[in-house]
């Protein structure tokens, strides 16, 4: 690999950032990752220079996002490892063509796709049932598909589980956070969480198998679940950032509804 002039941010320190971030010890990451607990002492405290071979493996071993295992191998003198390409870039059609056709496959229910900052970058049709009553400004790109969930102006006032709705959201983005180690998502957690909004119910172990959406609509209330899906092998740091997200029906009512508005959305 490509060796480059060692920038002012040290690896060493980097990668200790990073286990820390992932609540291990030395012992176990060096048990983790087979290398002894003194050689990792001394790569965090900048006594041994990894190889590139090295930094990748226990990045791998922490389960760094592509973006920062560049940022690794930067701050230790070589070159980056990934690529990231626009997603409308020619190699990138397969990735498109599986997005479109998941997209497409998951109508008349809601599904979208986003970046690592929950920005909208595509939705099939179903999309528009819940984005109904949002304020125009919110739509305006970059759309935040959190922020348009929990703002005032956007589906809080027609969330009639609020309170429950909005624990999940902030606590997955506060999880997304801290496991990505990424700014901007902290700074998003912040701003959403000044929202006003009511607390949690009391947890009722048992009552139901998933926090659901619930979302009054002209049509009366309505009832998804949500999953999250992302692409398990990939090696550009565009695709590896990607999410989709998909809405299912909790009740054959949705289900009709949704059905009808995607029909008549054509």
Known sequence: M?????????????????????????????????VSARHLSFVETGRSRPSAEMVLHLAGQLDVPLRERNALLLAAGYAPAYAERPLDAPEMTPVREAIDR??????????????????????NRGLGV????????????????????????GM?????????????????????????????????LGELSAYPGPDPPEARPGDEIAVPLRLRTPDGELGFLSTIST??????????????????PTDA?????MRTHVAAAG
């Open 156 to 188: 809080a006032a027609r969330t009639a589980n609020l309170g429950e709705w909005r624990a999940h959201i902030l606590e997955r983005l506060g999880r997304h956070a801290a496991l990505s180690g990424d700014p901007a998502l902290s700074t998003l």
């Open 231 to 248: 692409f398990g092998t990939a090696v550009d740091i565009t695709v590896a950032e990607l999410s989709i997200e998909s809405f299912f």
């Open 2 to 34: 490509t060796e480059l002039a060692a920038p002012g941010i040290r690896v060493g320190p980097l990668l200790r950032s990073w286990r820390r971030r992932r609540r291990l010890s030395q012992l176990d990451l060096a048990l983790e990752a087979g």
């Open 102 to 123: 998941v997209l497409a496959g998951h109508e008349p229910h809601p599904a979208l796709v986003v970046d690592r900052q929950w920005e909208l970058i595509a939705a």
């Open 130 to 153: 819940l984005l109904d009553g949002v304020a125009p400004e919110l739509l305006e790109p970059p759309v935040n598909v959190l922020r348009i969930a929990l703002h005032p102006d």
């Open 253 to 257: 009512r949705t289900a009709e509804v």
